[in-house]
């Protein structure tokens, strides 16, 4: 599950390879700038704690692992931005193209870093939850208004 946990990164870089549209490009942009300040101001007024010890011996993986737990520390729980960022990513990119297939490649590969994070002991379902309904929000107050959806 670490590769689906890494690969938000690849999900992003697909938003620089497939949005165009520079009025996307900023709707999405601003989405992002906007759920780092909103999530931001939670992490700060209610800090959280994992309930769980984060794996720390994985054979095979203890390099990956260290690495995480160095870059990802386990306090900035709730809303998981990991979550958000894919949301989000999934839906520009599914707002913006046609391809149905890829579309639901896309929701299935939303579903597995949905899964990750919980797997690799860095966030709790509620976390997941905040993380989509943040995502959600910001697509219905911001995006939306910045990128109306076509009648």
């Given at each position: 599950?670490?590769?689906?946990?890494?690969?938000?990164?690849?999900?992003?870089?697909?938003?620089?390879?497939?949005?165009?549209?520079?009025?996307?490009?900023?709707?999405?942009?601003?989405?992002?700038?906007?759920?780092?300040?909103?999530?931001?101001?939670?992490?700060?007024?209610?800090?959280?704690?994992?309930?769980?010890?984060?794996?720390?011996?994985?054979?095979?993986?203890?390099?990956?692992f260290s690495?995480?737990?160095?870059?990802?520390?386990?306090?900035?729980?709730?809303?998981?931005?990991?979550i958000t960022?894919?949301?989000?990513?999934?839906?520009?990119?599914?707002?913006q193209t046609?391809?149905?297939?890829?579309?639901?490649?896309?929701?299935?590969?939303?579903?597995?870093?949905?899964?990750?994070?919980?797997?690799?002991?860095?966030?709790?379902?509620?976390?997941?939850?905040?993380?989509?309904?943040?995502?959600?929000?910001?697509?219905?107050?911001?995006?939306?208004?910045?990128?109306?959806?076509?009648?």
């Amino acid at each position: 599950m670490i590769y689906f946990y890494i690969s938000l990164a690849i999900l992003l870089f697909l938003n620089v390879i497939l949005l165009k549209d520079p009025k996307v490009i900023k709707a999405f942009s601003v989405c992002l700038i906007l759920t780092v300040l909103i999530a931001g101001v939670i992490f700060i007024l209610f800090p959280g704690k994992l309930g769980f010890t984060r794996v720390t011996e994985v054979t095979d993986y203890q390099w990956i692992f260290s690495l995480l737990h160095t870059v990802d520390q386990p306090f900035n729980l709730y809303p998981s931005l990991h979550i958000t960022y894919s949301s989000l990513t999934v839906f520009a990119i599914i707002d913006q193209t046609k391809n149905k297939l890829f579309h639901l490649i896309l929701i299935l590969w939303l579903i597995m870093i949905g899964f990750s994070v919980v797997l690799v002991h860095q966030h709790h379902l509620f976390d997941i939850l905040t993380g989509i309904i943040l995502a959600g929000l910001v697509i219905k107050f911001v995006y939306r208004r910045l990128i109306p959806k076509e009648a």
